[in-house]
């Protein structure tokens, strides 16, 4: 989200990376505007089959959380987007009732931590950064062949002890959450950017055909 106060004018956007990153995926994107009066019926009406929460500014309270309480977020949270957070709870929302396979990167992680009841925290040194991964193998959940060495690029994460309901940790990094995976949703997490690798990571166009194109996460 841009601000253009000169201007009146305040924009949505989209990191470029997302195209050729998706094209390597055998995905085909389409965006969807914040502030649109339906998002949902809008995705339905394309023949969307799955949602993708991408990464950006920080989080607001107007992201509401699957039962209706109040998000779980710190004080210390700026670069808000209210517009955007009420369109990722309703895509979310409707994700439940079409079956949508929906995954988060970085922010969107958080979101989706946030909505099924979890929180999040400032996560110093991680900005900008390289850090190893370690995968985790539970049972009863699926599991991903996963590049243990991921980029970073976000001040906020998911603590050790604020993982929403229904969601299984699958890889952290010193204990903080980097990917999880929900229990009875088509919901998954990760905190890295795949879309900033160039070329893109096997692992992680894998990881996107598995999740989107084979009905499996």
């Known amino acids: 989200m841009v601000d253009?106060?000169?201007?009146?004018e305040r924009r949505d956007v989209l990191d470029q990376a997302w195209a050729p990153f998706l094209a390597d995926c055998g995905i085909e994107m389409v965006a969807v505007p914040n502030r649109?009066?339906?998002?949902?019926?809008?995705?339905?009406?394309?023949?969307?089959?799955?949602?993708?929460?991408?990464?950006?500014?920080?989080i607001s309270p107007s992201l509401g959380t699957r039962d209706g309480r109040p998000a779980q977020l710190p004080a210390s949270a700026t670069d808000l987007a209210p517009e955007r957070d009420v369109t990722e709870t309703a895509l979310l929302r409707a994700s439940i009732a079409e079956g949508w396979p929906v995954l988060g990167v970085c922010r969107g992680m958080q979101a989706m931590n946030l909505f099924h009841g979890g929180?999040?925290?400032?996560?110093?040194?991680?900005?900008g950064?390289?850090?190893?991964?370690?995968?985790r193998q539970p049972g009863g959940v699926p599991t991903f062949?996963?590049?243990?060495?991921?980029?970073?690029?976000?001040?906020f994460?998911?603590?050790?002890?604020?993982?929403?309901?229904?969601?299984?940790?699958?890889?952290?990094?010193?204990?903080?959450?980097e990917m999880f995976v929900h229990t009875g949703l088509r919901h998954l997490g990760i905190m890295w950017h795949p879309e900033r690798n160039r070329p893109a990571a096997a692992s992680d166009i894998a990881l996107f055909n598995r999740f989107f194109t084979t009905g499996s996460n």
């Open 119 to 127: 929180s999040v925290a400032p996560l110093a040194g991680h900005s």
């Open 36 to 58: 649109h009066p339906d998002p949902a019926a809008y995705l339905k009406r394309l023949g969307a089959s799955g949602v993708i929460l991408t990464g950006g500014g920080n």
């Open 129 to 135: 950064s390289r850090h190893s991964i370690t995968s």
């Open 145 to 155: 062949d996963l590049d243990l060495s991921v980029n970073s690029y976000h001040d």
């Open 4 to 8: 253009l106060p000169s201007r009146n």
């Open 157 to 177: 994460g998911v603590p050790p002890d604020g993982v929403g309901e229904g969601l299984v940790v699958l890889a952290d990094a010193e204990g903080w959450p």
